[in-house]
């Protein structure tokens, strides 16, 4: 099956900062790469994705970079404010489906004032 | 509109017993899938249905769990003779259908096996 390794476990910066979470996989079928925000006690949430298509992808504050050829992509989150504080998950399919999801065991990122 | 509800949020069971645990997905998804969260963990796949049918269910741990889906909206997962190390967060998702689309996770149910 897939294997999703994220790095680091823990990540703290002051607000304003950037922070960015790094994720390798290993199965290289896979084609589509969900980043999900999950704070203290709630469900996990989508905050972006891309497809293999694409090298990057932007959304206001958030970002995410694919490379498929090191088998790697990261998430980068600008001008960080305190709520941003979450644990993040990041994910790909595996066994050559794009639905049945392998989780990184998440990032806990704190947001200082 | 409304989003995945789970039922019960939390579940204390003691070892041996039969538990059922509700999904209730975001009505016109025809793919839901069940997940398990352990603590500091992310959630690993346990099914996956389109529509009626268990389109996947490669994530079971063993045959004390099972789950159906009879008229392809409401999903109830079961575990047969649960153990302590069944004990997690249960999380259901569903998604317009089982293609790259968001999966919208339910709030979950917490299993504590004792």
């Known amino acids: 099956g897939e294997n999703v390794e994220q790095h680091p476990s823990t990540l703290s910066v002051q607000e304003g900062d950037s922070a960015v979470i790094k994720c390798t996989y290993s199965?290289?079928?896979?084609?589509?790469f969900p980043w999900y925000k999950q704070e203290l006690g709630k469900r996990p949430q989508l905050i972006i994705d891309i497809r293999s298509n694409v090298g990057e992808k932007k959304d206001q504050r958030i970002a995410v970079t694919l490379n498929k050829t090191a088998k790697h992509f990261s998430l980068h989150i600008t001008e960080t404010q305190p709520e941003d504080s979450a644990v993040y998950f990041c994910?790909?399919?595996?066994?050559?489906?794009?639905?049945?999801?392998?989780f990184g065991k998440g990032t806990l990122l704190t947001v200082n004032p | 509109g409304a989003g995945v509800s789970q039922t019960p949020s939390n579940k204390v069971t003691e070892k041996g017993k039969y538990v059922e645990l509700r999904c209730d997905p975001i009505s016109g998804h025809t793919a839901l899938y069940w997940y398990r969260q352990s603590l500091g963990q992310g959630p690993e796949f346990l099914i996956y249905?389109?529509?009626?049918?268990?389109?996947?269910d490669s994530g079971l741990p063993n045959d004390r769990f099972f789950a159906v889906r009879p008229e392809g909206s409401v999903s109830t997962l079961k575990i047969q003779r649960t153990e302590r190390g069944d004990s997690a967060v249960y999380l259901c998702?569903?998604?317009?259908?089982?293609?790259?689309?968001?999966?919208?996770f339910g709030p979950g149910t917490r299993l504590t096996v004792l």
């Open positions: 994910a790909a399919p595996w066994g050559g489906s794009n639905y049945k999801l392998t």
């Open positions: 199965d290289s079928a896979s084609n589509y």
């Open positions: 998702a569903s998604s317009l259908d089982g293609s790259y689309n968001e999966q919208f």
């Open positions: 249905f389109q529509g009626t049918g268990a389109a996947d």
